[in-house]
């Protein structure tokens, strides 16, 4: 897998930090009161729900920023299969450290594997179509990060990852400036005096606006939002390839296919990371 541009050792690390600090605080009194500071012990991950297994990099980084001592012993690849009973990793080291990261790992894997298992389970409903998989912004905040890397680990695409890196004018943004034509030239000249290159989406509602859209030109993606099948085929006929598209709006597993059969570039599914069941994983200390 491709590295994304957000998944930087600065955002990482400033991403582990935060949370630390929140969990952790003036300090783990629990493991600081029973445990004995030259104690040292190992536990697995162990997994007890089938999925896909996503976090095992971060994981490592979560411990390691805390305490270089604790070190993990790979069973897993990010992505791997899984199944009840199987154990990801081992890690060793310092009893006290081990505790004082056990919920942040478990809180991370948990929710990225989650996410993962999803995302690929609905990428194969659509498997052998030409539509591609993707997220949106509907992500926890201050969590967006893990989030959409679980995406990728479970086959998706992430769209934009947050409002700087694309220009995207939906129905609130058109209605406001008055207009798509109003709506795409302000966007323009606004990159051009920034000097700035942001992709350009435009939402789309009616395959009139569809039309207005290939009149003004010069965006990249077009997105068909909450059209009936018939009138996405429409759609993707009309643009004809001029400009990538995306399907987006109350798009569910049971309507997944068909919206893919339309010969849309891209589906876009909130649910990916909103409503997302989080995978079941415990951390087992070893005798």
């Not at 997994?47 to 070190?71: N, Q, R, S, W």
């Not at 890690?91 to 990261?101: D, E």
């Not at 201050?142 to 990852?161: D, P, Q, S, T």
């Not at 085929?233 to 798009?251: F, H, N, P």
Request: proline share 2%; hydrophobic share 40%.
């Amino acid at each position: 897998m491709i590295k994304p541009f957000y998944l930087t050792e600065e955002a990482i690390n400033d991403f582990i930090k935060s949370a630390l600090k929140e969990d952790i605080g003036e300090g783990d009194h629990s493991s600081l009161a029973a445990i004995p500071d030259d104690c040292i012990s190992k536990a697995k991950l162990l997994v007890k729900a089938d999925g896909l297994i996503a976090g095992l990099e971060l994981a490592e980084k979560i411990f390691h920023f805390y305490d270089p001592a604790l070190t993990v012993t790979f069973q897993k690849k990010e992505g791997d299969p899984i199944k009840p009973g199987d154990i990801a990793f081992i890690v060793q080291g310092p009893a006290r450290s081990l505790l004082s990261t056990e919920r942040l790992v478990l809180n991370c894997m948990q929710r990225m594997s989650g996410i993962a298992t999803y995302t690929h389970q609905l990428c194969q409903l659509i498997k052998g179509t030409s539509a591609r998989l993707m997220d949106t912004r509907k992500t926890t905040p201050n969590f967006r990060l893990a989030e959409k890397w679980a995406v990728m680990i479970g086959g998706g695409l992430n769209h934009r990852y947050a409002l700087y890196d694309m220009i995207m004018l939906k129905d609130n943004h058109i209605d406001m400036a008055g207009g798509i034509e109003n709506a795409i030239n302000n966007t323009k000249d606004y990159l051009a005096r920034h000097n700035k290159k942001l992709k350009i989406e435009v939402e789309t509602r009616t395959l009139d606006e569809v039309k207005e859209v290939l009149r003004v030109g010069g965006v990249d993606v077009i997105m068909l939002d909450n059209m009936s099948t018939t009138l996405m085929k429409e759609a993707v006929a009309l643009i004809d390839g001029r400009y990538k598209t995306e399907a987006s709006g109350g798009i569910t597993e049971l309507t997944l296919r068909n919206v893919a059969e339309c010969g849309v570039d891209y589906i876009s599914v909130g649910a990916l990371t909103h409503s997302v069941k989080s995978l079941d994983l415990s951390l087992k200390v070893l005798e």
